[in-house]
């Protein structure tokens, strides 16, 4: 499994921007605590892009994270740098649990895994 084939993207006629800009913003965005982004660890479970608005809905890789609030700020900042994004929204999730399966192949051997 890639984080890719287990993200549900929705993308709305008229939309400026795509999934892969999308995906590119977000894998800007760390996991403060595991040098891996959020995209490669599987924390993204959802997109939706409209006219000039994405929302991301994902998760954190520990209930009660202290860096929760941080690392909501970042995405959101990230999703407002893509051309025509003038709103953004941060959506987090515990259900499904995150499980280190959700991760890349990339992100396993990053983290010495394989």
């Known amino acids: 499994m890639t984080p890719e084939t287990t993200i549900?993207?929705?993308?709305?006629?008229?939309?400026?921007?795509?999934?892969?800009?999308?995906?590119?913003?977000?894998?800007?965005?760390?996991?403060?605590?595991?040098?891996?982004?959020?995209?490669?660890l599987g924390l993204v479970y959802a997109i939706k892009i409209q006219p000039q608005r994405v929302d991301v809905r994902m998760t954190l890789t520990a209930l009660g994270c202290p860096m929760a609030?941080?690392?909501?700020?970042?995405?959101?900042?990230?999703?407002?740098?893509?051309?025509?994004?003038?709103?953004?929204?941060?959506?987090l999730?515990?259900?499904?649990?995150?499980?280190?399966e959700r991760m890349s192949e990339d992100a396993r051997w990053e983290l010495g895994m394989i």
């Open 8 to 40: 549900t993207t929705e993308v709305a006629e008229g939309a400026t921007i795509s999934e892969t800009d999308v995906l590119e913003a977000l894998r800007e965005c760390y996991d403060p605590e595991i040098p891996v982004n959020i995209v490669d």
């Open 69 to 91: 609030g941080e690392v909501m700020t970042e995405v959101r900042d990230r999703l407002l740098e893509l051309p025509g994004v003038t709103d953004a929204g941060v959506e």
């Open 93 to 100: 999730t515990y259900e499904p649990p995150w499980t280190p």
